[in-house]
């Protein structure tokens, strides 16, 4: 039950927006018809898919569907799922600067958390043959056949940013992404189940032992390549037994704090409770202060003193947005917020879940082009002020999937649920 009049109003917002976001193909990432955030994204569209279903409203739940078979008619060649269709002009982007990967590992999730929650059987064994080209491809993207997807520099959520290699986000995301198709192939085809059984446990073993760097020099049992943990070890001054690091590549270990996947590592199970509180505590130190409960996509902030300030420079699409506590640079996303309040909730911290909600509906309520509840993209982590996109759908399932979540949803349904 919402605790409040200001939850009941930032909730009800949040679900008119979504409904504002419906077109006869899925989810517009906004209603602004501004650069390219008017056409069904396969990010975006999972991510307030996923808050649909929570709600259980059903025409939400419907262009969810929708959402979904739309991306499936416009796969790839090789069984990519596009970053964005574009269904006025009919233009297809598998990604700018780089594919997304992230795209093809959202579409299995999303599709079978709806396939559970609708418990509609035709409609997953309709996506089957598409779902296998998806199979093929992430397949092809491990390249040295290991466990590990390789990510190219912008190749995810993280367009602008310097993440590239072995990246946190994205083996979660392809965890959770197995963890649907051993789901999905028990109703489907049933022999295929132990593969993916034996892949998702090691991948899991694979996580686990080489992103969580600790003072111990001793080599994990299940590391990746020794020479790269070893250059990771030179870095474990600045995250060990801290938190998570967000990506290793040839040339060593990334360190920054990678808040969704810090996030994710926690929701989806594969973090121990130690790891899990020493997370909270460098949330609590580090991120988030008594007025501001919203968290940015990474940190700390990359500034004109810092090594990688040239680099971030240089790593863009169309202009540079990423100048200190803007964009991924320390801009504070709902988005990102949403999974924390999702995670907390599930751990019994509703309390804490209600504070970083809070945050939310405050920022969603913030007002753009003269207008109460813009829903921005993200806040400026230094002014607070609204910047990015407004009318921002994963913004208001953000509120969504938090209030569900409180109320006792789960995110990700398993086959337990």
């Not at 991120?287 to 040239?310: C, G, M, Q, Y």
């Not at 991924?328 to 751990?347: C, E, I, M, Q, S």
Request: net charge neutral.
């Amino acid at each position: 039950m919402m605790v409040n009049k200001f939850s009941i109003e930032g909730y009800q917002k949040a679900l008119e927006l979504l409904h504002s976001c419906i077109n006869n193909y899925g989810f517009l990432a906004s209603t602004n018809n501004v650069d390219n955030y008017h056409r069904i994204w396969a990010r975006d569209g999972c991510i307030i898919g996923l808050a649909a279903l929570m709600s259980g409203e059903k025409q939400l739940v419907k262009t969810c569907k929708n959402t979904l078979i739309t991306l499936a008619e416009n796969q790839g060649p090789h069984g990519e799922i596009p970053s964005n269709v574009d269904v006025n002009s009919g233009r297809i982007s598998y990604g700018g600067t780089a594919g997304r990967i992230d795209s093809s590992l959202w579409f299995i999730i999303t599709c079978s958390q709806y396939w559970k929650n609708t418990g509609d059987n035709k409609f997953i064994e309709r996506m089957t043959d598409t779902i296998e080209k998806v199979q093929f491809i992430l397949g092809a993207w491990e390249y040295n056949n290991r466990g590990f997807l390789y990510v190219p520099l912008t190749g995810d959520w993280a367009d602008e940013y310097l993440h590239t290699g072995y990246v946190l986000y994205d083996e979660l995301l392809y965890l959770q992404t197995l963890r649907e198709l051993i789901s999905v192939y028990k109703h489907i085809d049933d022999k295929k189940n132990q593969a993916f059984l034996e892949k998702a446990e090691r991948l899991q073993k694979l996580i686990r032992a080489n992103y969580w760097l600790t003072e111990n020099e001793k080599m994990p049992e299940m590391v990746y390549h020794e020479i790269l943990y070893k250059k990771g070890l030179k870095a474990k001054h600045r995250c060990a037994e801290k938190y998570w690091a967000p990506f290793f590549s040839p040339a060593g270990y990334g360190y920054r704090f990678d808040t969704l996947a810090n996030i994710l590592v926690s929701l989806l199970h594969v973090a121990n409770k130690e790891q899990v509180e020493k997370v909270d505590k460098y949330i609590i130190d580090n991120l988030v202060s008594d007025t501001n409960k919203l968290l940015p996509a990474f940190h700390p902030v990359i500034t004109p003193r810092d090594e990688d300030w040239e680099e971030l420079q240089l790593t863009f699409a169309y202009s540079f947005k990423n100048k200190p506590y803007e964009y991924h640079n320390g801009g504070l996303w709902p988005f990102v917020t949403g999974f924390y309040v999702a995670d907390l909730a599930y751990r019994g911290k509703t309390e804490k879940a209600r504070q970083h909600l809070d945050a939310i509906h405050r920022a969603n309520k913030s007002s753009m082009q003269n207008k109460k509840w813009g829903f921005p993209e993200y806040l400026n982590g230094k002014t607070y002020e609204p910047e990015g996109t407004s009318r921002m759908g994963w913004s208001a399932a953000a509120a969504v999937i938090g209030e569900q979540a409180i109320m006792g949803k789960k995110i990700f349904l398993s086959d337990l649920d």
